[in-house]
């Protein structure tokens, strides 16, 4: 009896090592062959990782030592005048809001996504306290637009009342035109399409031109741009074997100035960045198609803006890799060091100014990132990971003349709340303060 029960014990141990070994062959022929259900698996292992990731910690909240929340620095003489809009994650939801030079909140948004976007078919695993708010534009009016990370965008009136939304896969940032139009990052969904030496299931990168009433005037597929115009190096610069081979993040109409600079471009064009792949990219208005890159010298970059002389400021993450959650204020350098702003050429690549963080101003974010260049000549950097925003002053030699940190009450000493975008606006271009709303507001 006992001789049997052991031969039944080995049995069963030896199949569930057969079937381990088996299950662990199949799974490195599939990664290595793309076949099915390689862009099944590859898909559902992102989901859960971003949804684990939310249910570890909550990556909106930022462990520091700061001790001290709202205005910090403040230099009144040598900052830009007028009011800062913020994007901001609050303990409880991410919100858009108006401060003065004092740290004074003068005005607030609601802009939940559950009540925006509630008729939405698929079921959503993210609740509002997680979502991220990542792109945002506010109009003299009050009216804002809101854009949640990957999943829609919405028009807000002054009093957090929707006045359209955007059932697109928008992100990033929001580039405003004159006509009230706008482009912004997207992901084509619907675009399935193999291509060469890219994992199976990858994301569409895409231009979108959107129209003042909230619709797609038209489309410009990245990928499509890239290998049209011949510059397929950028796709295999980067990790071919991830989902998100190039992380479209911003996007500038190339100006004149520039465009004297880099002899094939032309004014209007497209100026992209690039996350995975390091790399700056100009795509032909009238073309679609790339007609010049760069890569480097920066890593994960963000945001490139343009001077008035064709130069380039560039967020320049220094990126490793991205934070795991909880995310922390990171006083040290990271391998690559801390995070910069740089200013450069972008015909020669030479870099003509910098601002670098360092152990007496720790400044080092991951992911995510963007800079303002001020009527003053100062530069407002957003710090998502320091979960603050502060201003630069590089005629003073990179004095930071003010700083604003997103403490959040409630939750301890030192726990910040993640800030992804600032931008100063004149006050008296904002006519909306002061002017009541029907109902309760925001």
């Known amino acids: 009896m006992q001789r049997d029960r052991l031969g039944r014990s080995i049995f069963v141990l030896s199949a569930a090592f057969l079937l381990f070994v088996g299950a662990v062959s199949y799974g490195y022929f599939i990664a290595k062959t793309k076949r099915f259900p390689d862009r099944i698996i590859s898909q559902a292992l992102t989901d859960v990782e971003d949804v684990v990731d939310l249910f570890r910690a909550n990556a909106h909240e930022i462990r520091s ?121 997207s992901v084509d969904r619907e675009k ?86 390091d790399a700056l990219a100009v795509i032909g208005q009238e073309t679609k198609a790339v007609v010049w890159s760069m890569v480097g010298p920066f890593l994960g970059q963000h945001d490139p803006d343009i001077f008035g002389d064709g130069t380039l400021l560039v967020f320049d993450n220094k990126a490793w890799v991205k934070q795991s959650t909880p995310v922390r204020w990171l006083e ?6 801390f995070s910069r702003i740089l200013r450069l050429d972008p015909a020669t690549q030479q870099v003509l100014w910098s601002f670098e963080g360092s152990t007496a101003f720790p400044f080092y974010t991951s992911i995510q990132g963007k800079q303002q260049i001020l009527g003053n000549g100062n530069i407002l950097v957003s710090d998502p990971e320091g979960g603050r925003a502060f201003e630069i002053s590089p005629a003073h030699g990179n004095r930071v003349v003010w700083e604003y940190v997103n403490k959040l009450e409630g939750k301890g000493d030192g726990v910040l709340g993640r800030v992804t975008e600032a931008t100063r606006v004149d006050v008296d271009g904002v006519q909306f303060l002061n002017k009541p709303c029907p109902g309760p507001e925001a």
């Open 65 to 185: 030592s700061r001790k001290q929340g709202g205005v910090t620095v403040h230099e009144g003489t040598l900052t830009q005048l007028g009011l800062t809009f913020l994007t901001a994650y609050d303990g409880q939801i991410f919100r858009p809001f108006l401060v003065d030079l004092e740290g004074k909140v003068v005005h607030r948004w609601d802009a939940r996504y559950a009540a925006l976007f509630k008729g939405r078919k698929e079921l959503d695993l993210v609740w509002d306290s997680r979502q991220y708010l990542h792109g945002s534009h506010l109009y003299a009016d009050g009216s804002i637009l809101a854009s949640f990370e990957y999943r829609g965008m919405a028009k807000l009136d002054r009093c957090s009342r929707p006045v359209w939304l955007l059932d697109r896969s928008t992100h990033h940032s929001i580039l405003p035109l004159a006509d009230g139009s706008f482009w912004t990052p």
């Open 332 to 337: 040290q350098p990271q391998p690559w060091g």
């Open 192 to 277: 399935k399409v193999p291509r060469p030496r890219l994992a199976k299931g990858h994301r569409e990168d895409t231009l979108l031109h959107v129209s003042a009433d909230g619709k797609v005037l038209e489309e410009i597929n990245v990928i499509d741009a890239i290998l049209k115009g011949g510059y397929q190096a950028i796709l295999l610069h980067g990790d071919t074997l991830t989902p998100d081979p190039l992380h479209l993040n911003d996007i500038e109409l190339v100006t004149e100035e520039l465009a004297q600079r880099i002899p094939q471009i032309k004014a209007g064009d497209f100026l992209i960045s690039l996350r995975s792949p």
